[in-house]
């Protein structure tokens, strides 16, 4: 639209109608709507004071304490992605608001900047120091040794590393995003250009997070993993013996049980260590096992479970243990030699393979392997031991640990059905989604905690720690869960990200420091970097239950005349 002339008055000197406003323009009367940013500015543009403002809170709260101690390395990692997530809901926010309420944003920001140089900087180091004593007192807690004061210093270098890296990833999807609109904006007006780019930039990257780094990233570990599979322990070798699998006349080679199934077959104490342990003469344990290659299928590979079983008389023994493995394949040592100590080797434990992906990456890619697996493995040892007489038959005992309990539970389906599957059940550091579990919690009884639960209307007994089934009353339980209060793994779960969870409210368990609170959002993503090291902390805290299993066998299915010392004596062995 042309500027309207404006005559001027005869006489009227210039510099009056200097002061005459000329009529305003509508944006309409614009050709096109005004520029986006060029892209030296998104690069190099500040940062927003909404953003750094909550950037510097969830930054600082990142340092408090959550169920387990952690690395400075992984300290760094946490505090810079949590500062990112602070920053992108800030700048959000703030983008929002000036968009709502512009000039006085704007004429409000030099005050928000100056107020943040004076408090962030105290704020920082006020929670740099809380957050190194609220380790060293949650590593004390937990039996460990304190760490160095000045891996502070290595915390903040890997924390801004991070949050710098986070950053400039951001600013270059924005890049990409004005790119796209510029194309966009020949066709389209400048507000659905923009919003096409955005949506174009975000399927991209998703795609390229999905498609390149998820995918590749599964498919490495899978590689990884199968070597690893293939390969044998240090000091493992063909056993001797005809009771373990692998050895002389055995149905499986040796070569099909795998890493972890060899290490499996390998590590039976021996009978003089049974016998010195005892104080009577022992007999040799055994030891059954089936590896992804030992059969093509998981029933095959069940059927041939029981044809070693009778080969090497394991129906013929005091107990038979049914033991369903992590992801890899992997059994705690001590969780098999704990039950052969205590029953001077009159034992049999049989496991099978089912997977040599880590537990993670099982769980998160196909958790119904290892449902399909214990099902295919209980269910014919099962079958055979039902049909042995009552009378005579040995003791049926079930185990699973962390992704095997998983496993166990979708084999019964209900309580009920775990209760009476077996003579016994031994379950550790049950998953966020075991069914079985969740039912058995929701329906705890009134004023029992989350963390150690009671349930009377079946025979199942909940420890968060192991000592604490020593001293129980009445009758046995058939199931026995063991739950150490700061295992991340049992207490994980998506509703951390908006909602308190229960063992944070009211009376807590005693290794959860009372210096732990609930933020949103930021605690879920707390607990989750917990499971990163959960195993790395000693035994009784975290995921690392080890020598506890000797408390669980002892509330169950105790040998005649075994006493509460027999348990402590056996603990510190598997312990030394």
Known sequence: ????????????????????????????????????????????????????????????????????????????????????????????????????????????????????????????????WL?????RDLRIRLGMEPVPEYDIARTVGASLLTFGLLLLIARFLRLSTYGCALLFRRVVPQRAAYCAGTLVVAVLAYSAFDGLLIANLFTTVDRLAA?????????????????????????????????????????????????????????EPIRVYAGLTSADTLTERAELVVREMDRTGAFDRAVIAVITPTGTGWVDNKVPRSLEFMYAGDTALVSMQYSYLPSFFAFMGDRSEVADAADALISAVRARWVTLPVATRPRL????????????????????????????????????????????????????????????????????????????????PKVVYLQNATDPVVWWSWDLLWKKPQWLIGQRAPDVTPDMHWYPGITFWQITCDLVFSNKVPT?????????????????????????????????????
């Not at 992108?88 to 005050?111: K, Q, S």
């Not at 957050?131 to 380790?135: E, L, V």
């Not at 063909?238 to 006349?249: C, E, K, N, Y």
């Open 1 to 128: 639209m042309l500027r309207p002339v404006v005559a001027s008055p005869p006489g009227w000197p210039r510099a009056l109608l200097s002061r005459i406003p000329s009529p305003r323009r509508s944006p309409e009367d614009d050709p096109l709507p005004p520029a986006p940013p060029g892209p030296r500015r998104i690069v190099r543009s500040g940062l927003s004071v909404t953003g750094a403002g909550l950037a510097a809170l969830f930054y600082c709260l990142s340092f408090t304490p959550s169920l387990l101690p952690r690395a400075w390395f992984l300290q760094g990692v946490v505090a810079g992605i949590t500062a990112a997530m602070g920053y992108a809901l800030g700048a959000a926010a703030g983008a929002l608001a000036r968009r709502l309420h512009g000039p006085f944003l704007a004429r409000t920001a030099l005050i928000a900047w100056a107020a943040l140089a004076a408090v962030v900087p105290v704020m920082v180091v006020i929670f740099l």
């Open 131 to 135: 957050g190194t004593r609220w380790q």
């Open 227 to 283: 070597v690893e599979n293939s390969g044998t322990g240090s000091g493992v070798t063909v056993p001797a013996s005809t009771l373990r699998s692998g050895g002389p006349q055995s149905y499986v080679a040796w070569d099909s049980l795998g890493r972890q199934g060899r290490t499996f077959v390998a590590g039976t104490p021996t009978v003089e260590e049974l016998s010195t342990f005892a104080g009577r003469p022992a007999i």
């Open 397 to 476: 005992l079930l185990f699973g640990e962390s992704l095997g309990t998983y496993g166990m539970e979708m084999t019964f389906g209900t309580p009920e059905r775990l209760v009476d599957g077996a003579d016994g059940a031994l379950l550790l550091g049950p998953t966020f989604a075991n069914p079985t579990h969740r039912t058995l919690t929701e329906g705890r009884a009134a004023g029992s905690p989350i963390w150690d639960p009671a349930y009377p209307a079946l025979p199942v007994e909940f420890a968060d720690d192991a000592a604490e089934l020593r001293d129980m009353s009445g009758p046995r």
């Open 540 to 576: 009784g805290h975290g995921h690392s239950y080890r020598s506890e299993t000797v408390d669980g066998w002892a509330a169950l299915a105790p040998p005649p005349g075994w006493t509460t010392a027999d348990s402590v004596r056996l603990r510190a062995l598997l312990d030394g």
